[in-house]
């Protein structure tokens, strides 16, 4: 079965600042996809960024990149140049070909501070 | 232009009532989802159709029916409402069953049962 981890429930930083947030996944599928999804105070799910396991190349997207480690099943988001409307729950979420579902991770919950 | 939207946002019933939550999506996706988010903000699939066609029924009480009268929609009827059934509802879609293809949320139905 497909498992995805989050290990930080909260993070705070100050506004400007950059943020990791951490996704652990576990599979035996070799097509698959991962995703950030974004929950803002609204209950919208936003997607962030996605990244396809056969890329290579980390997925960027404006202020958010990833650190997609595939051997270690690793998929950790960064936000740089942080800002108040970040604050959010970041749900990490994966899927494989023919999955017909996504999974998600538990969340973390980011505030950015001003 | 709302691409999925959902009735009602929020739902407020008693216990042993029935209540359906409709879904509708303009995207002309073939795919549809039902995902249930609980008090501690996980996210877990409930039901996947595709072309009107059950795919993933994931351990759901039998109490709760979704319908798809077309592809356009997908409408999940709840029976006996349970105290545990509260939680929010989103109704997703997506171009093909779950893949490369972004997953587009609706945004939630807060079902409450007193």
């Known amino acids: 079965a497909q498992t995805v981890t989050q290990s930080q429930p909260e993070m705070s930083v100050q506004e400007a600042e950059t943020v990791t947030l951490s996704c652990t996944y576990d599979?035996?599928?070799?097509?698959?996809?991962l995703f950030w999804y974004k929950q803002p105070p609204s209950r919208q799910m936003i997607l962030v960024i996605r990244?396809?396991?056969?890329?290579?190349q980390n997925a960027t997207e404006n202020r958010f990149s990833v650190n997609f480690q595939k051997a270690a099943k690793s998929f950790s988001l960064k936000i740089s140049d942080s800002q108040l409307g970040d604050t959010a729950m970041y749900f990490c979420?994966?899927?494989?070909?023919?999955?017909?579902?996504?999974?998600f991770g538990q969340g973390t919950r980011l505030t950015i501070n001003p | 232009d709302t691409a999925v939207s959902q009735t009602p946002k929020y739902l407020v019933t008693q216990m042993g009532n029935d209540k359906s939550i409709k879904c509708e999506q303009n995207?002309?996706?073939?795919?549809m989802y039902w995902y249930k988010q609980d008090s501690k903000k996980f996210l877990k699939i409930m039901f996947s159709?595709?072309?009107?066609?059950?795919?993933i029924n994931e351990t759901v009480p039998n109490r709760f029916s979704p319908k798809s009268p077309d592809k356009a929609h997908l409408n999940l009827h709840i029976n006996s409402l349970e105290l545990g059934d509260s939680a929010v509802y989103f109704c997703?879609?997506?171009?093909?069953?779950?893949?490369?293809?972004?997953?587009?949320f609706g945004p939630g139905t807060r079902l409450t049962v007193t």
């Open positions: 995207l002309g996706h073939d795919t």
């Open positions: 159709y595709n072309n009107k066609e059950l795919i």
């Open positions: 979420a994966f899927t494989y070909q023919g999955a017909q579902k996504l999974v």
């Open positions: 599979t035996s599928e070799s097509n698959y996809y």
């Open positions: 990244q396809e396991a056969y890329k290579q």
């Open positions: 997703a879609s997506s171009g093909t069953p779950a893949g490369r293809d972004e997953q587009y």
